[in-house]
C-alpha cells in the first residue's frame, strides 16, 4: 500500500496511511511508496521527488511548476508506520541509530535472505548497492559501508534507536529534534 503526504503543519509535513486508490508515481510510473501530492496536484514517491529535487530543481518534473522545499527538507512520518511489517533496516551516517528500507526494498531484501543468498544487488534511487547477508552490510559503489540488520518485529525495543523510514523521520523524533 502507498502512503500519502498530507498536509504541511508547523512543525513538519506529515505522511498518512494508504489511499483507497492507489496512484502511479510520475518519475518512475510504478504504484506509489510513500505518497507525496506536490503543490500542483501530481504523485510521486517521496524518494523519486526528493531525488529529482536534489539533482535537477525545486520544480515539478511533469508541470515545472515550483516546489516547496519544506516538502523535502521537512517531511516526516507518521510514528504509527513502525508498527507496519518492515523487517530490514541500515544504520544512520549518525552510528546508533538506524532507519526502515522502503517497503519494497525491504521486500527485495528480505527475499535475498529467505532464498539464503549471500549477497544481493539493489537499485536505491538509481544508484546500485550491494547488500551483502554475510558481514551485514550494504555497500556504495565508492566502497563505503553502512552496517544493516535484520529485525524480527517492529515492535520490539529496536524502534527505540529507528529514526524513520527511507529518509523520512518519524513524527517524535522530529519533534525531538527540530521543534
Not at 498536509?7 to 492507489?22: K, T
Request: with cysteine; glycine share 4%.
Amino acid at each position: 500500500m502507498s502512503q500519502s503526504i498530507e498536509s504541511i503543519s508547523e512543525s513538519c509535513i506529515i505522511v498518512i496511511q494508504p489511499q483507497n486508490e492507489p496512484d502511479v508515481c510520475g518519475i518512475c510510473l510504478d504504484v506509489c511508496n510513500l505518497q507525496v501530492k506536490v503543490t500542483c496536484g501530481h504523485m510521486f514517491c517521496y524518494l523519486c521527488i526528493k531525488q529529482w529535487c536534489y539533482s535537477f530543481a525545486l520544480t515539478c518534473p511533469l508541470c515545472r511548476k515550483s516546489i516547496d522545499a519544506n516538502l523535502i527538507e521537512k517531511a516526516c512520518a507518521e510514528d504509527d508506520l513502525k508498527e507496519s511489517e518492515l523487517l530490514w533496516q541500515y544504520e544512520s551516517r549518525t552510528k546508533g541509530e538506524w532507519w526502515y528500507y522502503n517497503k519494497d526494498l525491504d521486500s527485495e531484501i528480505e527475499n535475498g535472505w529467505k532464498n539464503k543468498k549471500e549477497s544481493l544487488t539493489v537499485d536505491i534511487l538509481g544508484i546500485i548497492y550491494h547488500i551483502n547477508f554475510k558481514t551485514m552490510k550494504q555497500i556504495s559503489p565508492s566502497g563505503a559501508m553502512r552496517n544493516i540488520r535484520r529485525i524480527s518485529n517492529s515492535n520490539d525495543d529496536t524502534n527505540d534507536d529507528t529514526r524513520g523510514i527511507a529518509g523520512l523521520i518519524f513524527k517524535d523524533k522530529f519533534k525531538n529534534d527540530y521543534l
